[in-house]
């Protein structure tokens, strides 16, 4: 439920201007306390927590004490040396000078934690850490593809081509590695909109989706690891025992179908003792798997590089290697050696070993199998090379039921009538049923891998180049690689030798290798170093995933997951790692496993493909990434894709993972995710009703998600008509239709006398925001006083979450007039009222010089003039802007001021490497001010200022008070003349007086009556207002040198003094602050950080 307090002035007084803020009796803090360095909830700007509290915006109140940064205990007095910011000095603890911070705010310091927040770290004195040196092509081209190429290359790929063909295989991997490089382009836009601490996609998908999708996509996509580990395993054992070292198995049996179920055996028990060794050396220590990361991806690069070496070599030397065919069947070979019935020894026939197979005894006569003694039998070249031809016939697919044999189409073929199966006859048959979308499915695991440069975000020397062009690049390669592999074996290898899974026609040889050149082993060897390498990565990341997720505390049962050995490793999360991993060792068939590890690295894709499109749909302010090739459509395209593949590959499996995932999310929901990471899911819920009113109502947004909600406080004149329309123009181009606006205005009077006024001013503000496209809500106010008009709008505006944040007012140009009804008290009380909402304020001044909607800037700048840091308003207006086809030509330029003991060079350096970090492109300057005496001029103008202030406090009195003083001044003047002809005669004469006391008496009266108008003109400037007049004096230099052409100019606007006896004071500085310039936007801030560099 909404809950809303407006302050009023009580009832029985009349409300003074300047009256509607009373000090609180005691300092109060804010509704939303200020969060400690470190907080949890908070992803602001590293090393700088920005707070304002409530009790200190120029009443006099002195705010609390709160740290903005940490580990440094700055001296207030080493803050307030000098002249040059006097104007800013009041502010100075929460609105710090940008000299001060810069240097920290540029170089943060990026601390691999895992996927655990940077904000998190509990540790306030960071460790010095060696900056990380990784580029692009170590830390990201080849991780990603050792991770890619592997298993399914080696052991499953020339089965896909001759099961499905060239044409389908095509079309399988093709739509396999568009899949992933959609995919790739989303993750490469996600990456690069800021910082990505070491933890990749989950961290990624999690901080874009929210809690609730980030902890179901984050198990989903730990789980497909951990399967993948599985595989690897399991593809290592494959190896082994099929093509190194058969005669290690334990299990045997003499018939087909017991020897699959002996080698699925001898799969699960190799298996797990291999997962049990393998999770000891992670255990150890995992720098020892990072070293063996580059020995196991180069026994991957040479085994590529061998394959194309062979079949280049194919083309003028093919290798002599015959395959048996019995008719058009497929015999294996593990038996026998002479493919042929007879054989002539010493001129003498005899029966070969393929006779005794087929037939009960080796005698001549002996009673054989009947298809055996019909059909010849016959050799072939089982790879005949590139020229041969043979990609003719394997241009289209050749799927069988399981059990089929495995024949060659054209082979003559004499069946028989009643033929019986024989589970001893040496044919070589189909392991499992094939058709295409099983075959997605088998080989789906194969392109996989893409984030494992993402993954790695933490070691990187600049993660936001590094993270795309490394990931994409990989997909290029290995996609290359597969296509070009497919249409290779195709046009290389016999098609009976690609359906023959295990080589059982070749003697048990891998297939592959026996393409290779120099020799087999080369693809034995460095296909089962490349499984066993990715399997302990596999088993290496996981545990990490997991301790990641427990660790953000999204799901409160995985929370003792978070924990591990003294030095961070997770212990825990690897025992249940491994427990998960030996569900997949114990299904030992690696065409099983493979499908249930793509379904959830399918639906981890599909999600980073959602957030990606709901991020550019939505966006955002904080949506800038560096990456600039990605579109909507394209993340739409992808999502789509993943989806489809997800039911392609089994649907029933699909609906399992996403069964998985619903309940997790459900979970997380039903516990309630206290997590706010400012995810779009939030921004979404803005435009719904009022389910997302009370969803958006639990709290102020993220920083990512923050954008200015604006307040426009428009002025009417005397026939309820707008008089600056073009202070909604620039609505428009600051707002671009996102988000909330509010039109605001007020009426002095009584709603009763005023309410047709009020409709009629509510139609022609609504009018004007129809021409100048302005998409928002009007709320007209009458009120007694503006004054008090105003403080209800800036207080109740808006609904629950629908609530504003930043208020757009005009500067009142008039404010040196009296009879002005928007004096300047009003103006310098509404920004009092602002800052205690704790709201942002812009002031543009010289309004009515600002572009409309139809204007268009063929070139100038936008220049930023930042001095102190309030929250990164200034560095997110100028991106705003930009958005909108007005301004979107202009370019931004970033000023900040240097003072005596600055390194102006380092302070350059560092504000370029800060826009780099925020995504923004900008020119970059840094004015240095020179500390110098104050000028008479500046005496002169302070003197004149406070001139003028005594002539108006003394002329702020009643009507009647005015009149008597007025009289009083004419009667003083007609009396002059008088005067000077004779001497002023005292109203009472004593006669005791004496000649001398006579004289005195009369020069007293004299000077009495003129006392008032001498002590105006013989007043000394305070120094406190010659300091500041001296900031605005020199500030205006600056900038007028600068920016005087500049299109726009935005400045930081100083708050309101602390006391408030200077406000007039206050507004004169503003205008020699402001002097020269065409069009200014007095900026201030709202209490809190606008703008991140983090994802």
């Known amino acids: 439920m909404s809950q809303r307090f407006v302050v009023t002035p009580a009832a029985g007084g009349p409300a003074e201007p300047g009256a509607g803020i009373e000090a609180p009796a005691e300092p109060q803090r804010s509704p939303r306390p200020c969060p400690e360095p470190g907080n949890k909830g908070d992803d602001a700007l590293p090393i700088l927590h920005y707070c304002r509290e409530p009790s200190r915006y120029g009443d006099g109140t002195p705010r609390e004490n709160s740290p903005f940064i940490n580990n440094t205990d700055m001296e207030r007095e080493n803050i307030y040396e000098g002249k040059n910011m006097a104007l800013f000095e009041e502010e100075m603890d929460s609105n710090p000078m940008v000299s001060s911070l810069l240097n920290k705010l540029a170089n943060y310091t990026n601390l691999s934690q895992g996927v655990v927040e940077h904000e998190e770290d509990e540790d306030s004195k960071r460790k010095e850490i060696k900056a990380p040196r990784m580029g692009t092509f170590i830390g990201v081209y080849l991780p990603c593809l050792q991770n890619i190429l592997g ?12 099961a499905a063909g060239i044409l389908e295989s095509f079309i399988i991997v093709f739509m396999c590695c568009t899949c992933t490089m959609l995919t790739a382009i989303s993750m490469s836009a996600i990456a690069t909109n800021g910082v990505v601490p070491a933890g990749g996609s989950y961290y990624m998908i999690s901080r874009s989706l929210g809690p609730e999708f980030g902890g179901a996509v984050g198990l989903c996509f730990y789980l497909g690891t951990t399967f993948a580990g599985a595989m690897y395993i399991l593809g290592t054992i494959e190896i082994f025992l099929t093509y190194i070292s058969p005669n290690a198995a334990i299990f045997h049996s003499e018939d087909v179908e017991g020897e699959n179920r002996a080698m699925l055996n001898n799969m699960r028990v190799y298996g797990t003792c291999t997962l049990i060794l393998m999770a000891m050396v992670v255990f150890v220590g995992v720098k020892y798997v990072n070293k063996l990361a580059l020995v196991f991806l180069s026994c991957v690069i040479l085994s590529i590089l061998a394959i ?10 093919p290798p002599n290697i015959p395959v048996c065919l019995l008719g058009n069947r497929t015999l294996s070979k593990r038996d026998f050696d002479v493919c042929a019935k007879f054989q002539v020894i010493n001129d003498e026939t005899v029966t070969t070993q393929l006779w005794g197979l087929f037939c009960n005894s080796s005698m001549l006569n002996a009673s054989c199998d009947d298809y055996f003694y019909q059909n010849n039998v016959t050799e072939i070249q089982g790879i005949p090379g590139v020229a041969s031809g043979v990609i003719l016939e394997n241009l289209w697919s050749t799927y069988a039921e399981q059990g089929a044999y495995v024949e060659k189409k054209g082979m003559p073929s004499l069946p028989v009538s009643e033929e019986t199966k024989t589970s001893g006859l040496p044919y070589v048959l189909t392991d499992i049923m094939t058709y295409f979308t099983m075959l997605v499915g088998i080989y789906f695991p194969s392109v996989t891998g893409i984030m494992a440069g993402s993954n790695r975000s933490g070691d990187l020397r600049d993660a936001q180049k590094s993270i795309p062009t490394g990931t994409i690049l990989a997909i290029a390669t290995t996609s290359f690689i597969y296509l070009s592999s ?22 048990g040889k891998l297939v592959i290798g026996m393409l290779a050149w120099p020799s087999p082993w080369v693809i034995v060897i460095g296909s089962f170093f490349s499984t066993c390498g990715a399997g302990l990565q596999s088993l290496t990341g996981a545990p990490r995933l997991l301790q990641a997720i427990a660790r953000d505390g999204i799901v409160p049962f995985l929370q003792v997951f978070g924990h591990g050995k003294a030095n961070g490793e997770p212990t825990w999360a690897l025992v249940l790692t491994a427990l998960i991993c030996e569900i997949g060792i114990l299904i030992a068939s690696l065409d099983s496993v493979a499908p249930i590890l793509s379904m959830f690295f ?5 999600f980073v493909n959602l957030a990606c499109a709901v991020q550019t749909l ?43 995932a619903g309940c997790i999310y459900k979970y997380i929901e039903y516990r309630g995710a206290e997590k706010e990471w400012g995810d779009g899911i939030r921004g979404l819920s803005l435009n719904a009703a009022r389910y997302a009113l009370l969803r958006v109502e639990h709290g102020p947004p993220h920083t990512k998600n923050w954008r200015p909600q604006v307040l426009v406080m428009l002025n009417l004149d005397s026939e309820q008509c707008v008089k600056h329309p073009r202070l909604l123009s620039f609505t428009t181009q600051l707002k671009a239709g996102k988000g909330l606006t509010i039109v605001g205005s007020v009426l002095e009077g009584t709603y009763l006398d005023k309410y047709r006024e009020a409709q009629r001013a509510e139609e022609n503000i609504r009018s004007l925001m129809g021409t100048e496209k302005t998409k928002g809500f009007c709320q007209l106010v009458v009120s007694s006083s503006l004054r008090d008009g105003m403080s ?30 928007f004096s300047w008290k009003n103006f310098v009380d509404t920004i009092r009222d602002t800052t205690a909402a704790q709201q942002a304020l812009l002031v543009a001044k010289n309004i009515d010089t600002f572009p409309q909607n139809q204007e268009r800037f063929r070139e100038g700048n936008i220049d930023v003039w930042w001095i102190v840091h309030d929250g990164g308003m200034l560095m997110l207006l100028p991106f705003l802007l930009r958005q909108h086809k007005v301004w979107r030509k202009c370019r931004m330029r970033i000023f900040t001021v240097a003072q005596m003991d600055d390194n102006s060079i380092q302070m350059k350096k560092d504000l370029q490497m800060f826009l780099y970090h925020l995504r923004i492109s900008a020119e970059v300057e840094v004015v240095e001010m020179v500390e110098n005496d104050i000028s008479a001029f500046t005496y002169e103008k302070t003197l004149m200022m406070e001139q003028r202030s005594q002539m108006l406090k003394q002329m702020q009195l009643s009507k009647n008070e005015r009149e008597r003083e007025a009289q009083l001044i004419h009667d003083r003047n007609t009396a002059a003349v008088a005067r000077t002809k004779a001497a002023a005669t005292p109203e009472k004469v004593q006669m005791t007086w004496t000649k001398e006391k006579l004289i005195s008496e009369k020069h007293k009266n004299k000077d009495t009556n003129v006392a008032g108008f001498r002590d105006i003109f013989t007043l000394k ?26 299109q726009l100019v935005l400045l930081n606007m100083p708050g309101p003094p602390k006391n408030r006896q200077g406000d007039e004071n206050y507004m004169e500085f503003l205008e020699v602050l402001t002097e020269g310039l065409n069009r200014v936007l007095l900026v201030r801030g709202g209490g809190r950080e606008v703008i991140t560099i983090y994802s």
């Not at 290359?153 to 001759?162: D, E, H, K, M, Y």
Request: overall charge positive; hydrophobic content about 50%.
């Open 151 to 162: 298993v399914i290359l080696f052991l499953r790929l020339t089965w896909i081509v001759g």
């Open 308 to 317: 194309y070496a062979g079949v280049i070599k194919t083309a003028f030397d």
């Open 486 to 507: 497919i249409v290779l074996f195709g046009a290389c290898i016999e098609g009976v030798i690609l359906r023959d899974k295990f080589g059982e026609a070749l003697k």
């Open 602 to 606: 399918l639906m981890c894709y599909m």
């Open 618 to 660: 939505l966006r955002t302010p904080n949506w800038r990434p560096r990456f600039k090739f990605y579109h909507w459509t394209l993340s739409f395209l992808g999502m789509s894709l993943c989806l489809a593949l997800m039911f392609i590959c089994s649907w029933y499996y699909a609906l399992f993972a996403m069964l998985i």
């Open 792 to 821: 209800h709008l800036i207080q109740s505006a808006g609904l629950g979450g629908m609530k504003h944040n930043t208020v757009l007012m005009a500067w009142p140009e008039s404010w040196k007039q009296s009879d002005n009804p």
């Open 1021 to 1046: 400037p305070n120094q406190s207002n010659v300091r500041r007049m001296h900031t605005a004096v020199k500030l205006n230099g600056v900038v007028l040198n600068k920016s005087q052409d500049a």
